[in-house]
Structures are given as C-alpha cells and as structure tokens.
C-alpha cells in the first residue's frame, strides 16, 4: 500500500508540475486582454494552465511562440523559435568559441523583464546541450531545461 502511494505522490509531483490544457472560456478576461493587445495575427491559439501562470502557444507568420501571463493579466515571458542563423553575431561567435567542431540545431528567444536572451541547441555526436546567451554573446547557462 506505502509502495502505491509513493507511486501516486511521485507521479502527480512529476505530471503536475506540467500545464494543462485549458478551453479559452476558462481563461480570465484580463488574460486574454494582454494577449489579444500584445500579439496580433496569431493562428493555432492553444491555452494552457501552469501553476498559476496561464501560458499561450501560437503561432505569429507560422513561427512557433509561447506567452506567459500571470492571473493579473501581466505579460512575464515570451519565448519564439528562430532561425539559428538569424541568432545575433556575437551569439554565433560565442558559440563557435565555446563549442568548437559542434552545430547548433534549434534556436529560440526568450524575452523577459526588458532582456532577451537566446536558447541554443548544440550538439556534437551524441553530446549535446542546451545553452543560454545574452545577447551580447556571454554564456548565461548550460544544460538549460526544457522551459
């Protein structure tokens, strides 16, 4: 019985940390205000609800973004693949320093409280990482997660 609860407590720790999809009706007026005011020409609109940030995925000119809005209708977050060769110079500098002999795959940026940052994918053979750089092209992380 302990063994079944273990179980039950680890796999709610782990799948309730991840959003739920969400119908837009059950989305706050405010939230879709900031949206709607924020983006505009969105396609493919799809909600979701992550603890207590209500989190929007669409697509803006078949480019791929997600929005993250508090219950107060503030806009925290937002992240948008890219081109990894459209990825500002000093990124792609930076990168060609730090990571020699490795491509990048996946690229994205993720703007918040004012500062953009890029989320590059490198990978060589059967290494591969997840990176975060300023704009500037310094290193911020390794191994970035998944959000």
Known sequence: MK???????????????????IPE???????KNTFLTSFTATTDVEWEKEKDLYVVEFEINTVDHKAYIDANGKLLKVKAD???DQLPQAVKAAIEKDYPGYTTDEAESIKQS???TYRV???????EYKVIYSA???LLEKNAGIN
Request: glycine share 12%; hydrophobic share 45%.
């Open 3 to 21: 063994s079944i609860v273990a179980l039950t407590v680890m796999f709610n720790t782990i799948f309730g940390s991840y959003g739920q999809d």
């Open 25 to 31: 009706s059950q989305v706050p007026s405010v939230v």
């Open 82 to 84: 890219m081109p990894v």
């Open 114 to 116: 004012g500062v953009t």
């Open 121 to 127: 994918e490198v990978e060589k053979g059967l290494v």
């Open 136 to 138: 500037e092209g310094k």
